[in-house]
């Protein structure tokens, strides 16, 4: 698949302090959640890893994970609008499960976000609970946990 993506000019590439500007921009673009500077500085310093999507040299898509207690955590996972139907998203949390340390990948997912819950769903995860008040300065601030088991 990695070199079908290439054939289209998708390409995969650790962020790094150099173009961690550009994953801002996919997340800010993508995400209704705003994270810190801490959050960028934990991905510069090794504790969150993550990609980018690049089509054409252009940031359209991002994932960032994080291992905690024997689980890997999916924090976040965003694709441009433009770019997406097109397997980037699948392609990039392809690429978390590959490369945790763990058995089980964890997320939280907007109560009211139908395609994220349906994407998650297609790609082997469940719900296991519904999580209120997890998100900050949001209308609806529900979350569902999904989990996915790797074999």
């Known amino acids: 698949m990695r070199d079908t993506m290439l054939d289209r000019g998708i390409e995969l590439k650790k962020v790094t ?10 997340m800010v ?16 310093k090794g504790r969150h890893m993550s990609y980018l999507a690049e089509v054409h040299g252009k940031a359209v898509g991002c994932v960032v994970w994080r291992e905690e207690e024997g689980q890997t955590h999916l924090l976040t996972l965003g694709v441009l609008i433009l770019y997406r139907r097109r397997g980037i998203g ?13 058995k089980e990948v964890f997320l939280y997912v907007h109560a009211e ?14 719900i296991v609970s519904r999580v209120p008040d997890y998100y900050r300065n949001m209308h609806d601030n529900t979350a569902l946990k999904m989990i996915r088991h790797i074999t």
């Open 17 to 26: 302090k150099e173009n961690i500007s550009s994953l801002n921009v996919v």
């Open 29 to 44: 673009a993508t995400l209704p959640v705003n994270y810190s500077p801490s959050f960028y500085k934990a991905i510069i």
């Open 90 to 102: 699948s392609a990039l949390l392809n690429l978390c499960i590959k490369e945790c340390k763990s």
């Open 113 to 126: 976000n139908d395609a994220a819950i349906q994407f998650y769903k297609d790609m082997g995860f469940g």
